[in-house]
T-cell receptor, first 110, second 111 residues
Framework: NAGVTQTPKFQVLKTGQSMTLQCAQD?????MYWYRQDPGMGLRLIYY???????DKGEVPNGYNVSRLNKREFSLRLESAAPSQTSVYFC?????????FGAGTRLSVL | SQQGEEDPQALSIQEGENATMNCSYK?????LQWYRQNSGRGLVHLIL?????REKHSGRLRVTLDTSKKSSSLLITASRAADTASYFC???????????FGAGTRLFVKA
């Protein structure tokens, strides 16, 4: 039982490159979330998926797209990376109110 | 915009002392949660308190909630070096799917 698994753990991109962050959970949770965390700050919600087949914007969705591939997987895509997207990205899943987090993806955009 | 605001931003104490962190929020909530984040890791859930509860305990943790003041506090008793981490409060937005996190309190416990 791995919980929430994020890949990759680290990534360096050049401005304008694209990439997809992968997230998978094995807890049969309905809802999944993508957050970003910048130094000294809390988590800001990028997108969430309340259930399979639905996605909604969070607080900071600009520059990102998401896909809820199935109940287990929720991916985050950066189409044209910008230095302002340098951050640590966390995926989480929840049943009820408690959120379970992955270990994070550390992304640097040069 | 952030719902929860923690206070203080940073706290340094000696092992064995108690640590108190506060959280204020802006809108009505159904519940409030506290999470811990060790350096370089994801957040881990500590405790959830519902809006109709005033106090809740879990091991060395004690959480209070005052909905009239829109505030909560987390008390860690008899702190240990292993308690060194950042602590975040998180609130729902009136029962929706979103959970809004504060900026966190960084706790450093000196051995």
């Amino acid at each position: 039982n791995a919980g929430v698994t994020q890949t990759p753990k680290f990534q360096v991109l050049k401005t304008g490159q694209s990439m997809t962050l992968q997230c998978a959970q094995d807890m049969n949770h309905n809802s999944m979330y993508w957050y970003r965390q910048d130094p000294g700050m809390g988590l800001r919600l990028i997108y969430y998926s309340a259930s399979e087949g639905t996605t909604d914007k969070g607080e900071v969705p600009n520059g990102y797209n998401v896909s809820r591939l199935n109940k287990r997987e929720f991916s985050l895509r950066l189409e044209s990376a910008a230095p302002s997207q340098t951050s640590v990205y966390f995926c989480a899943s929840t049943m009820g109110q408690v959120q379970y987090f992955g270990a994070g993806t550390r992304l640097s955009v040069l | 915009s952030q719902q929860g605001e923690e206070d203080p931003q940073a706290l340094s104490i000696q092992e064995g002392e108690n640590a108190t962190m506060n959280c204020s929020y802006k809108t009505s909530i159904n519940n409030l949660q506290w999470y811990r984040q060790n350096s370089g890791r994801g957040l881990v859930h500590l405790i959830l308190i519902r809006s109709n509860e005033r106090e809740k305990h879990s091991g060395r943790l004690r959480v209070t909630l005052d909905t009239s003041k829109k505030s909560s506090s987390l008390l860690i008793t008899a702190s240990r070096a292993a308690d060194t981490a950042s602590y975040f409060c998180a609130t729902d937005e009136g029962g929706g799917f979103k959970t809004i996190f504060g900026a966190g309190t960084r706790l450093f416990v000196k051995a």
